[in-house]
Structures are given as C-alpha cells and as structure tokens.
C-alpha cells in the first residue's frame, strides 16, 4: 500500500490507521479496565460484506459510543468473540470504517477536529443548531458523502441525532436505507452514559457495567416499505420505540430525565 494512498475524502490511510492506533490505546482501558464493556453478538461482524454495510444505534454520549464500536468491529474481525482483550487488533484496523457526526459537534474544539479525521461524515442537522430548534433543508452534499462512505465500506449512524433516550428517529435515516438499499445491522448500548460526561471523553464512573449488543441485519422490503414502516423498524430494533416506555417505572424515567438535564454540556 502506498504511503501517500488516500480514501474517498482526502484523508491519508497511513495517518487514519496511526490515529485509530493511538487512540485506541488510549481509549482501550475505558472500556475493559475501568469499566468493562460486555458484548454479546460480535460474531456477526465477521459476516458483513466489505462494503454498503449501515449499523444504526441509540446514542448515549457524543463520542465513546463510536470509540467502543471502532474497539468491538476491530476485535471482532480478528477472531476476538465478544470481547475486546489484548490490544493487537489495533495494528492493523479497518480504515474504510465511517460514523455520521453534527458538523457543530466536530468543530467544537481541537480534540473533535483530530477525531474527526478518524472517520466522520458530518452533517448539517435540520432541526437544530447551536441549541436551537430549527426547520433547514437537507444539505445534498451530506446525502452523497454518506452514499460514497457507504460505497467504500461500513457507516456508523444514530438515527435519532441526539443522546437523549426515547426521541423520534429521523427520517433521514430510512430515506438513506432505501436510497442505498444496505445491509442495516441494529446495535443496542447501555451503561455509557453513567461512565461518562455528555461528550464522552471525561470518564465520569469506574466499575459500570456497558453492555454493547449486535443483532442480525434488518430484513427490509427496500422497494415496498414505506419511510413510515423503515422508522418504525428502526425504533423497535434499537430499542428505542415508545412502546418500550410502558415496562420502564415512570418514577426510574423521571430521575433519568433529570440527569440528562445535568449532563447537557454546555459550549
């Protein structure tokens, strides 16, 4: 491989690969150390094709959940079965790896920018910007950056936009699905946002129990199904459909709730 060989953004391989290198070991011990990430249904990685592959997940913090995703799909293609010991699946990553981020959130300090490099298609949001509600059109460049990520290998996303549990998920999501018709793997995590701050770079409570669940592809009708349908497919799959609120106490939501206010960070 050339030293110079760059992907379909730009970005130098051999920089990428130092990058997810570096800070996966610095990263390593958050999750099997400190804490201890426990991780069922990694076996399904091996499977996936090389390319056009969407893993839709809820979101707990802005950037542990994909540090824990690059750590579980690394180990896994290296034969490691639900578990992420021994850092030598490090070495020699998958670079053609991609997560879908808020273009304000990648730009919100030094650290962001450098992760940003590691394999983020960022996205302008519709709804809301700088911690206002607003109504914007979709920006066609960020529909076709995630077409060519898709194109050249695997895309993380959260269909949801937001780290908050139990909101909407975006249609954005299921118009992608059927454009591009990919295989969509539903990853569920929990345990995140009690290790970490809202950002997820400052750990925030050692000995937490993070789970990380990988379930079989989606099986979508991409010609047939309505967007409608492809949200609700999502919201179930993720764990995130409102019927799932009816076997949570609402006295448990309600303290939820009220640490979610406390973790908001605030620029």
């Known amino acids: 491989m050339s030293l110079f060989k760059r992907n379909p953004f730009g970005h130098l391989l051999f920089l990428k690969r130092w990058m997810i290198r570096i800070f996966g070991a610095l ?74 981020a808020a273009k304000e959130t990648m730009k919100a300090g030094l650290l962001p920018r450098i992760l940003s490099y590691a394999g983020a298609i960022t996205v302008e949001r519709t709804w809301r910007d700088k911690g206002k509600d607003i109504q914007r059109e979709v920006n066609p460049n960020d529909t076709e950056n995630i077409r060519i990520a898709l194109e050249d290998g695997w895309v993380i996303t959260f269909p949801q936009g937001t780290t908050r ?35 997820g770079l400052r750990l925030k409570k050692k000995g937490i129990l993070q789970s990380f669940v990988i379930k079989p592809p989606l099986e979508i009708d991409y010609d047939n199904e309505t ?40 620029y």
């Open 27 to 100: 990263t390593h011990k958050r999750y099997h150390g400190f804490n201890e990430l426990q991780i069922d249904g990694s076996e399904i990685i091996p499977t996936l094709p090389e390319t056009n592959v969407l893993f839709i997940s809820n979101h707990q913090t802005y950037f542990a959940d994909v540090v824990a995703m690059f750590h579980v799909f690394n180990a896994s293609l290296k034969g490691r079965d639900d578990t992420i010991k021994n850092m030598g699946y490090l070495w020699r990553p998958k670079l053609n790896l991609y997560y879908v």
């Open 227 to 266: 967007i409608e349908e492809i949200v609700e497919k999502i919201e179930y799959a993720i764990e995130q459909h409102p019927s799932f609120l009816k076997v949570i106490p609402a006295e448990e939501r309600a303290v939820e709730e009220q640490l979610n206010k406390q973790r908001e960070w605030r």
């Open 165 to 199: 549990s139990f909101k909407p998920v975006r249609k954005g999501t299921a118009h992608i699905i059927k454009q591009y018709k990919p295989v969509v793997v539903p990853i569920v995590i929990d345990g995140f946002r009690r290790s970490f701050d809202k950002k």
